[in-house]
């Protein structure tokens, strides 16, 4: 069975993308932590705004994506609003699609 490691299953979820934005969540800084526990995986996130109308269509695509993969039993994600999103939390590839 496969064993997976925090980095392994941040670089995964750069396949989420925010369709408003098209960036994936992790160029957006929208990851907060993640938790693996053998087969378990937690996932700490926000998302740009309190009023998301994405909220589960991109929670919901990090708990499908890692649910299909082997090894991965159980998914956890939760969406948190503090510390709140900021736009200085996206990588330096992120700003300068959007043009920040």
């Not at 929208?30 to 378990?40: A, F, M, R, S």
């Not at 995986?41 to 998302?47: D, E, G, Q, S």
């Not at 082997?70 to 956890?76: A, C, H, L, M, N």
């Not at 969406?79 to 043009?99: C, D, F, G, I, Y």
């Amino acid at each position: 069975m496969k064993t997976w490691t925090v980095e392994q299953i941040q670089e995964l979820l750069k396949q989420v993308i925010d369709p408003e934005l098209g960036i994936n969540i992790v160029d957006l800084g929208l990851l907060y932590g993640i938790e693996v526990n053998e087969t378990d995986i937690n996932v700490t996130m926000t998302l740009t705004t309190p009023g998301c109308p994405l909220h589960d269509t991109i929670s919901g695509g990090v708990e499908q994506l890692l649910k299909l993969q082997e090894g991965i039993q159980s998914v956890q994600v939760e969406v948190v609003w503090r510390p709140a999103w900021t736009p200085e939390r996206m990588t330096p590839a992120a700003k300068k699609r959007l043009q920040w």
